[in-house]
């Protein structure tokens, strides 16, 4: 498997994910494996991501800033499988 292409100059790039966005990013991980279980986390509470994360293949959703807790509940419900 190659390395995932750096996508530059996109808005909501993530750097610790070579330049990637969210969308992005959970497209490639579907393809590698379908029954992959991902959080999405943002700041911007107006990406239709946040509101429809299921649509784009995330399992839970945890808006920025949020709490130890806050992301530990979504973890254990996502991994639960809720």
């Given at each position: 498997m190659?390395?995932?292409?750096?996508?530059?100059g996109?808005?909501?790039?993530?750097?610790?994910?070579?330049?990637?966005?969210?969308?992005?990013?959970?497209?490639r991980?579907?393809?590698?494996?379908?029954?992959?279980?991902?959080?999405?986390?943002?700041?911007?509470?107006?990406d239709?991501?946040?509101?429809?994360?299921?649509?784009?293949?995330f399992?839970?959703?945890?808006?920025?800033?949020?709490?130890i807790?806050?992301?530990?509940?979504?973890?254990?419900?996502?991994?639960?499988?809720?």
């Open positions: 190659g390395a995932i292409p750096k996508a530059e996109h808005p909501g790039n993530d750097p610790a994910m070579g330049g990637m966005g969210g969308k992005e990013a959970i497209k991980l579907i393809d590698i494996d379908p029954k992959v279980r991902a959080i999405v986390s943002s700041g911007y509470s107006n239709p991501v946040m509101s429809e994360y299921k649509d784009y293949g399992r839970g959703v945890v808006p920025k800033p949020y709490s807790e806050e992301l530990a509940q979504t973890l254990h419900k996502v991994m639960d499988g809720e």
